[in-house]
C-alpha cells in the first residue's frame, strides 16, 4: 500500500545514494578506456589496471571492466543500453559523425516529441544513446530534476577530441525486462527508488539527481530480455 512505500523510500533514503556506477565488460580495456576517455572526453577517476573508472556525469559512473578478470565476460549478452543526457544534442550528433562512429539510428528530432536522440555503440557493441528529453506532460517530474543538474564538461587537452563546451548532464542505464510492472515494483517498492517518468513502455526511475534507471518493455525496447548479461549496476551509499 501506499503507506507501505512511502515507508521503504523514506528508510532507504536515509542511506544517503551518493553515486550509481555502471559496470561494462570487455575483451580490450585500454581499447574501451581510450575511446571513453578520448573521444567522448570523460574524466578518468581512477585506474585500478584491472578496472577503470570514468565520471560520466555529476554523480553517474562508468567502471569498465577487463573481461578476463571481473564477474562477467565479454561473450555474455550485452542486453543493456547506456543514454547519456545532454542539452547539446545536435552538437554531439556532428561531433561523432566527423569521428566515423557507426550511428545505429540517425538523429530526427521533431517538434513537440517527449525526447530527441541518436544512437551509437562503443568499441565492443555496447549500445550509447545521447538523448535529450523536451518539456512534454510526459516528463513533468524529470524535467524539474534534469533542469538542477550541471552539465559535466569533457576534459580538454591533447588526449580529447572533444570539441571545447561539450558534456553531460545525466545518465539512463536501461535495463531489460518480460515484467515491466514487475520491476518497476521491485525498484519502487523494495529499494525506494523514485518514479520520474513513464513512456508507456519504458519507466524511469530515479538513483540520484544525475542517475537514472530505465526499465524497459523487451517487445518494445533495443533488446530482449536475456537471464545473464555483461553488465552490473552498484549505487554508493553514505
Known amino acids: 500500500n501506499s503507506d507501505r512505500q512511502e515507508e521503504i523510500a523514506t528508510t532507504l533514503s536515509a542511506f544517503g545514494l551518493q553515486a550509481s556506477n555502471l559496470f561494462l565488460y570487455y575483451n580490450d580495456l585500454d581499447s574501451a578506456t ?31 571492466v577487463d573481461a578476463t578478470k571481473g564477474m562477467h565476460t565479454a561473450k555474455e549478452p550485452k542486453t543493456v543500453a547506456l543514454a547519456l543526457l545532454t542539452d547539446q544534442l545536435e552538437d554531439w550528433y556532428t561531433y561523432l559523425k566527423g569521428q566515423n562512429l557507426k550511428i545505429k539510428h540517425e ?5 513537440g516529441s517527449a525526447h530527441d536522440g541518436f544512437v551509437t555503440s562503443d568499441p565492443e557493441g555496447y549500445l550509447l544513446e545521447f538523448e535529450r528529453f ?36 545525466a545518465t539512463v542505464t536501461w535495463l531489460y ?20 517518468a513513464d513512456q508507456g513502455w519504458a519507466k524511469i526511475l530515479r538513483v540520484t539527481d544525475t542517475g537514472f534507471i ?3 518493455d523487451e517487445q518494445r525496447g533495443m533488446h530482449k530480455f536475456t537471464e545473464k548479461k555483461a553488465v552490473n549496476v552498484s549505487f554508493i551509499m553514505d
Open 177 to 196: 525486462y518480460k515484467d515491466i510492472l514487475g520491476a518497476q515494483k521491485f525498484y519502487e517498492e523494495v529499494l525506494g527508488l523514485q518514479f520520474v
Open 34 to 64: 581510450k575511446f571513453y576517455t578520448q573521444t567522448l572526453g570523460m574524466e578518468l577517476v581512477a585506474d585500478y589496471e584491472m578496472a577503470k573508472i570514468v565520471r560520466m556525469a555529476g554523480s553517474s559512473y562508468l567502471i569498465l
Open 214 to 216: 530505465g526499465l524497459v
Open 107 to 111: 538523429l530526427k528530432t521533431k517538434e
Open 134 to 169: 523536451n518539456n512534454h506532460p510526459e516528463n513533468k517530474n524529470f524535467i524539474p530534476i534534469l533542469d538542477k543538474a550541471e552539465t559535466i564538461l569533457t576534459q580538454s587537452g591533447s588526449l580529447s577530441t572533444v570539441p571545447e563546451g561539450l558534456g553531460f548532464k
